[in-house]
Nanobody, 121 residues
Framework: QLSESGGGLVQAGGSLRLSCAAS????????MGWFRQAPGKERNFVAA????????DYADSVKGRFTISRDNTKNTAYLQMNSLKPEDTAVYYC????????????????WGQGTQVTVSS
C-alpha cells in the first residue's frame, strides 16, 4: 500500500517535496517510481529509483529539476521538485515495480491515491 503526501499550490520557480510511504512487502524489493497525470491527459512517467537507490531514471521534461530518492529504513520514497513550471501541474502518483527501467504505467504493480500539485504562473 502506497500513500503520497506533500502536494500543494506553489508559484512558478518554487519547490515542493513529495513523499510516498509504503507498507506491506519489503520496501527494498521494489523499484519506486513517480508518474503524473494532468486533466484530460495520459498518466506519464516522471522518475524511478532502483531498489537500493544507486540508480535513477528521469523523464526529459524534469531532468535537472526533480530528484528522486528513497530511505529504505523508513519505507519512504521522495520526489524533490525544484524550479517548478505551470506545466508541472498534475496529480502525482507514487508507484512500485519489480523491474527497473520501465517507463510505462502498465509496468508498475501498485499505486497510491495521488497528490495534487498546482503551479501558478
Amino acid at each position: 500500500q502506497l500513500s503520497e503526501s506533500g502536494g500543494g499550490l506553489v508559484q512558478a520557480g518554487g519547490s515542493l517535496r513529495l513523499s510516498c510511504a509504503a507498507s506491506g512487502p519489503p520496501f527494498s524489493s521494489y523499484v519506486m517510481g513517480w508518474f503524473r497525470q494532468a486533466p484530460g491527459k495520459e498518466r506519464n512517467f516522471v522518475a524511478a529509483i532502483s531498489w537500493g537507490g544507486d540508480s535513477s531514471d528521469y523523464a526529459d521534461s524534469v531532468k535537472g529539476r526533480f530528484t528522486i530518492s528513497r530511505d529504505n529504513t523508513k519505507n519512504t520514497a521522495y520526489l524533490q521538485m525544484n524550479s517548478l513550471k505551470p506545466e508541472d501541474t498534475a496529480v502525482y502518483y507514487c508507484t512500485a515495480s519489480r523491474i527497473f527501467g520501465v517507463r510505462t504505467a502498465n509496468g508498475y504493480d501498485s499505486w497510491g491515491q495521488g497528490t495534487q500539485v498546482t503551479v501558478s504562473s
